[in-house]
């Protein structure tokens, strides 16, 4: 996709799936740029599947983070439709700053609720219509 006005990027989007775009703040906020503090191994969990042809208008995405399944605290909840930017203004948007290709992956955000993960968390990202992903948080070696 490469210039492409909203009915194109449309067309252009295959498919929905599941993310946890783990950010090391006390690096970004020291390092003053991005690359580091979400570059290191592990730190973008993506899955487990990709889903087509999804409405994403309206669907609730939720991120939990506990020690075991009957300890989850919801960290992050909200819907699709309270997003600033929608997914095909968001790709018609990238596409006239760089070309996207087949596989390229764009994250949308995330809601309100971003807060430190200890070491032995579990974190679970569920989308509704797609499906949950969850991660254990273990050091990064």
Same mark, same amino acid.
């Given at each position: 996709a490469?210039?492409?006005?909203?009915?194109?990027?449309?067309?252009?989007?295959?498919?929905?799936?599941?993310?946890?775009?783990?950010?090391?703040?006390?690096?970004?906020?020291?390092?003053?740029?991005?690359?580091?503090?979400?570059?290191?191994?592990?730190?973008?969990?993506?899955?487990?599947?990709?889903?087509t042809?999804?409405? !994403?208008?309206?669907?609730?995405?939720r991120?939990?983070?506990?020690?075991?399944?009957?300890?989850?605290?919801?960290?992050?909840?909200?819907?699709?439709?309270?997003?600033?930017?929608? !997914?095909?203004?968001? !790709?018609?948007?990238?596409?006239?700053?760089?070309?996207?290709?087949?596989? /390229?992956?764009?994250?949308?955000?995330?809601?309100?609720?971003?807060?430190?993960?200890?070491?032995? /968390?579990?974190?679970?990202?569920?989308?509704?219509?797609?499906?949950?992903?969850?991660?254990?948080?273990?050091?990064?070696?």
């Amino acid at each position: 996709a490469r210039r492409a006005d909203r009915a194109a990027a449309e067309r252009a989007i295959f498919g929905y799936t599941c993310a946890n775009d783990v950010t090391a703040r006390d690096l970004q906020r020291s390092d003053g740029q991005w690359t580091r503090a979400k570059g290191f191994d592990s730190f973008c969990p993506i899955g487990p599947w990709i889903t087509t042809g999804l409405d !994403v208008s309206d669907l609730e995405i939720r991120c939990e983070v506990g020690r075991n399944p009957e300890e989850m605290e919801v960290r992050q909840l909200g819907r699709t439709k309270d997003m600033v930017f929608d !997914v095909p203004g968001l !790709v018609s948007y990238i596409s006239h700053v760089m070309t996207l290709l087949p596989g /390229d992956v764009v994250l949308t955000g995330t809601p309100a609720g971003v807060s430190p993960l200890t070491e032995g /968390d579990t974190v679970t990202v569920r989308i509704q219509g797609i499906g949950e992903l969850s991660n254990p948080v273990v050091p990064v070696a």
